[in-house]
């Protein structure tokens, strides 16, 4: 009886240690630290500047030395065209254009075109989506002629038979001569002519109207850099693609008897540009994102680019403990399982489209969830943060999250020294 005790009471206590000791074993590590200097430095830098609410702040010298990089790979056997929405602010975009030496610009959404072709006019623009016809009209209605000719810089989009037929009828009710560029599937599936078989219809419809010119085709492949390896990777995925160009570049060239290599063959974005060496039938590369790098955009073909935009946020309240509204007991049960979920901060605003980056080994609290008001983060013991200190967060995506703060604070030689308005919608 004593023995049979013993050994269950040894089995008992055995069980007990092996699960403290697999506890222990998966206990994830303290990954928590101070701010490194960049940020400290950052968070000074705000501070100076009177910030104290959430604030998108752009590295102007990281943005350079992005551009240059770009402009290295480019190595002048390509047109550049900046993807105006991943930088949806207009001093930013004339920083880049700037140091890039381009006047070409993509652009997605009608508020923005006008306002481009208001601020920008000496701009060549190539719309990025097909626009509905009537926000075509749109644009035409709220342009008010300015220096921007729109017969002569801007390209529409045009992704069908039948959008080209309405794109055709709003030129001619209008009298408006307009170049259309025409939209190819080269393996992202996202609409846009599919078979090369399309193009006959399309270029005649085009050719027999004095009112419409074709001026390109824009062919985007960002699924390049996800096939996985056991389908050839990204260099097959890369080589269809272009196959799939150079045949529609073939056929539009004999159905016109003309060559169609002075038009513009627009290719590319942040995540595949680096892989284009001049041997394609792209004669220009459009990026955006890449100049400031989301998260999103950590990628082997960007490895050479670096984040040059930040979330900066202040903290409201720095608690000792986590606790989570009916799971109180277990606060010291979940710090020790997770040290990094010892403190919590709860920051000005929250919820973006972004990811904690500094101090390091903040995260969200998935039990407790997301607030756009006070969000809060964890983090462990080894995180010094006080109200009123800074978070750091990296945007995942630039086009929406820019938009959501306000100007820009544009960081440069440890200050903050410009402010950037980013883009506004009208009506
Ligand atoms: C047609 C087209 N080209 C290029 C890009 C590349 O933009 P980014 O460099 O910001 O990824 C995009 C992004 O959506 C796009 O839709």
Do not use: C
């Amino acid at each position: 009886m004593e023995v049979h005790w013993n050994r269950r009471r040894f089995l008992t206590a055995a069980a007990v240690l092996g699960a403290a000791g697999l506890g222990l074993a998966l206990r994830p590590r303290d990954r928590g630290a101070n701010h490194a200097s960049y940020y400290a430095d950052l968070g000074k830098a705000l501070d100076r500047a009177g910030r104290a609410r959430p604030t998108l702040v752009v590295d102007r010298q990281r943005l350079l030395a992005n551009a240059d990089v770009l402009r290295r790979h480019l190595e002048g056997r390509h047109d550049y065209r900046v993807v105006a929405k991943s930088l949806p602010s207009l001093p930013l975009i004339e920083a880049v254009m700037q140091r890039t030496g381009t006047d070409r610009l993509m652009v997605f959404h009608q508020p923005f075109l006008n306002l481009i072709a208001e601020a920008l006019p000496g701009t060549d623009v190539l719309l990025g989506k097909p626009m509905p016809v009537a926000a075509a009209a749109r644009f035409y209605d709220q342009h008010d002629g300015g220096a921007f000719d729109a017969s002569r810089q801007l390209q529409w989009l045009i992704d069908s038979d039948e959008r080209l037929r309405q794109y055709r009828q709003l030129a001619q009710q209008r009298n408006l001569p307009m170049r259309v560029s025409l939209e190819i599937d080269v393996g992202l599936h996202r609409g846009g002519l599919t078979h090369v078989e399309m193009l006959s219809e399309v270029l005649g419809v085009i050719e027999a109207d004095p009112l419409l010119s074709f001026s390109g085709f824009m062919g985007y492949e960002p699924h390049v850099v996800k096939i996985p390896g056991i389908i050839g990777g990204p260099p097959r995925a890369f080589e269809k693609a272009q196959t799939r160009y150079q045949d529609f570049v073939d056929a539009a060239e004999e159905i016109l008897g003309r060559s169609v290599r002075d038009l513009v063959l627009n290719a590319a974005g942040s995540p595949t540009y680096q892989l284009y060496d001049g041997d394609e039938p792209a004669n220009e590369l459009s990026a955006g994102s890449g100049l400031v790098k989301p998260a999103d955009f950590d990628l082997a073909t960007l490895a050479d680019h670096e984040p040059a935009a930040f979330i900066a946020t202040p903290v409201i309240k720095a608690l000792s403990t986590t606790k989570v509204p009916g799971l109180e007991p277990l606060a010291g049960v979940m710090a020790w399982l997770n040290p990094n979920r010892a403190k919590a901060f709860f920051i000005y605003g929250g919820y973006w489209k972004a990811v904690p980056e500094s101090p390091a080994g903040l995260s969200i609290n998935p039990i407790y969830g997301h607030s756009t008001n006070q969000e809060m983060l964890n983090g462990s013991a080894s995180i010094d943060l006080r109200p009123d200190d800074w978070v750091f967060l990296r945007p995942t995506q630039s086009e929406q999250v820019f938009l959501q703060f306000g100007d820009i604070a544009v960081y440069d030689g440890g200050e903050i020294v410009e402010h950037w308005p980013v883009f506004a919608e009208g009506a």
